[in-house]
C-alpha cells in the first residue's frame, strides 16, 4: 500500500497524559498536512509541513500540540496533558508540490482516532 | 469515521440511479475545490477536484460542476452503486501555494440494491 500511513490507528489515553502520533506520507509527497476531525465534524486544518518547514499553523493547534518533520518525510504530532476535547480523529495527508505553484490533490490516511477518558 | 453526524443532509437512491449532491462553498477567491468520499472508519478519499478556472470537470463515473457566480458546487454520480455509499464533502482551498481545505458539511449518500 502506497497511501498514506497512519499509526496508531486507536489510541485511549487517561486524561492529562501525552500522546504521539505518526504520519507517514506517499513517499514522494513533499507537503504533509494534519486535520483533526472530531465525532459529527468535518476536518479541520492544524498545520502543515514542506518538507521538514511548519510552515503554517492554525489557531486550533495550541501550546499542548506539538508536531515536527525532522527529515521531510513522516511526521510525529505529540499533545501533552491531554484533555476530553482533544478526542477525535487526527488525520494526516500529504500532496505534491508542483511546479507551476500548484499541488497535487490531497491524499488523506485512515486517521489516529484518539479518546481521553 | 467520524463523519456520523446526527444531522447530516441524507440523499437515498437506487443502485443505477444517477446522483447530484450540492454544495454551498463561501470564499469567493477560493481557486481550487475537490470532493472527498468518506467511509466510516476511514479518512477522507479524494474523489475529484477543479480549479476556479473550469466550470465542469468529468472522471470515471463522476462531474464536477463549479458555479462561481453563486459560489455552489456539484457532484454527479453516475450509475451510482451499492459501494458508492459514504459521507461526501466538498473542500475549497483557502491556503495560498498550499492546501488549507475547508470543508463542507457533508452529505451522506445512502444507495439501496
Known amino acids: 500500500d502506497t497511501g498514506v500511513s497512519q499509526n496508531p490507528r486507536h489510541k485511549i489515553t487517561k486524561r492529562g497524559q501525552n500522546v504521539t502520533f505518526r504520519c507517514d506520507p506517499i513517499s514522494e509527497h513533499n507537503r504533509l498536512y494534519w486535520y483533526r476531525q472530531t465525532l459529527g465534524q468535518v476536518p479541520e486544518f492544524l498545520t502543515y509541513f514542506q518538507n521538514e518547514a511548519q510552515l503554517e499553523k492554525s489557531r486550533l493547534l495550541s501550546d499542548r500540540f506539538s508536531a515536527e518533520r525532522p527529515k521531510g518525510s513522516f511526521s510525529t504530532l505529540e499533545i501533552q496533558r491531554t484533555e476530553q476535547g482533544d478526542s477525535a480523529m487526527y488525520l494526516c495527508a500529504s500532496s505534491l508540490a508542483l511546479g507551476t505553484g500548484g499541488n497535487s490533490p490531497l491524499h488523506f490516511g485512515n486517521g489516529t482516532r484518539l479518546t481521553v477518558t | 469515521g467520524e463523519s456520523v453526524g446526527l444531522h447530516l443532509p441524507t440523499l437515498s437512491v437506487q443502485e443505477g440511479d444517477n446522483s447530484i449532491i450540492n454544495c454551498a462553498y463561501s470564499?469567493?477567491?477560493?481557486?481550487?475545490f475537490i470532493w472527498y468520499k468518506q467511509e466510516s472508519g476511514k479518512g477522507p478519499q479524494f474523489i475529484i477536484d477543479i480549479r476556479s478556472n473550469m466550470d465542469k470537470r468529468q472522471g470515471q463515473r463522476v462531474t464536477v460542476l463549479l458555479n462561481k457566480t453563486v459560489k455552489h458546487l456539484s457532484l454527479q454520480i453516475a450509475a451510482t452503486q451499492p459501494g458508492d455509499s459514504a459521507v461526501y464533502f466538498c473542500a475549497e482551498n483557502w491556503g495560498t501555494g498550499f492546501q488549507k481545505l475547508v470543508f463542507g458539511t457533508g452529505t451522506r449518500l445512502l444507495v439501496s440494491p
Open positions: 470564499n469567493s477567491a477560493s481557486d481550487y
